[in-house]
């Protein structure tokens, strides 16, 4: 369902000079170029959901905002063989003056719902989400917790393939999240394929078949959960002591 052949990104960052140097009309700029994945190959199967690990700047994000086609490779190829669903950042694709309600409306034909195939699944998503009382308010008035509890229910309710999920569901309350790892399981029961980023470890061996292991942008392991994660756990022990 998605192959990574050497994809590497690099982002372009660019220092300038001071404001007082900017005044008196002589500007100084250097431009540097910061890779952060360095020739990933990396394939995952229908119906397998995928755990990455890794300590922050590691790659994880960037990866899958690649995947999402946020962002374009800078070199290497990218296969994608079904239609995406992604989580990322809290509220990423809302517009935060208009209400839970357009919002499910506008996310579910970006995500390639007709508005006909929306409004027959509105009164579902809003049940899901458990936000109607809530629901005709803008989004900018709504808690981290709500904007994941919004995002889960619109995603899982599109008929994608593939589910992207980046820590969001971390901020959720135990029950709604328990109920999201039970629709994770489903979706996977049902053939579909999943890519997700967790800090918590207990939630990787409990859904991931696979873990792979980010370490300066480059796949340091990758195997069973329970393998990977202990290397992993290992080295970040060594790394704090040092």
Not at 10 to 29: D, I, P, V
């Amino acid at each position: 369902m998605i192959e990574l052949r050497q994809v590497r990104k690099e982002f372009r960052l660019s220092h300038s000079g001071s404001f007082k140097t900017a005044l008196l009309w002589w500007r100084r700029k250097r431009i540097e170029q910061f890779e952060v994945l360095k020739g990933i190959d990396l394939q995952i199967k229908q119906g397998e959901c995928v755990a990455l690990v890794g300590r922050n700047g590691a790659g994880k994000s960037t990866l899958l905002s690649l995947l999402s086609r946020i962002y374009k490779p800078t070199s290497g190829e990218i296969v994608v063989r079904g239609k995406i669903a992604p989580l990322l950042e809290l509220g990423a694709g809302f517009h935060p003056d208009l209400s839970g309600l357009e919002n499910i409306l506008f996310n579910g034909v970006i995500l390639g719902l007709t508005r006909q195939q929306v409004q027959e699944r509105i009164d579902s998503i809003v049940e899901f989400s458990e936000l109607r009382n809530h629901i005709d308010a803008p989004v900018r008035s709504y808690s981290s917790g709500m904007l994941a509890r919004l995002g889960f229910a619109i995603a899982v309710h599109v008929d994608a393939e593939i589910l992207i999920v980046d820590e969001v569901l971390a901020v959720g309350d135990f029950a709604f999240e328990e109920k999201c790892y039970k629709r994770i399981q489903d979706f996977k029961e049902q053939g579909g394929t999943i890519l997700f980023v967790s800090h918590e470890m207990d939630d990787i061996r409990r859904v991931a078949d696979r873990c792979v292991w980010l370490k300066n942008g480059q796949i340091r392991l990758e195997g069973a959960p329970d393998d990977v994660i202990r290397s992993y756990q290992a080295d970040s022990e060594a790394t704090e002591s040092l």
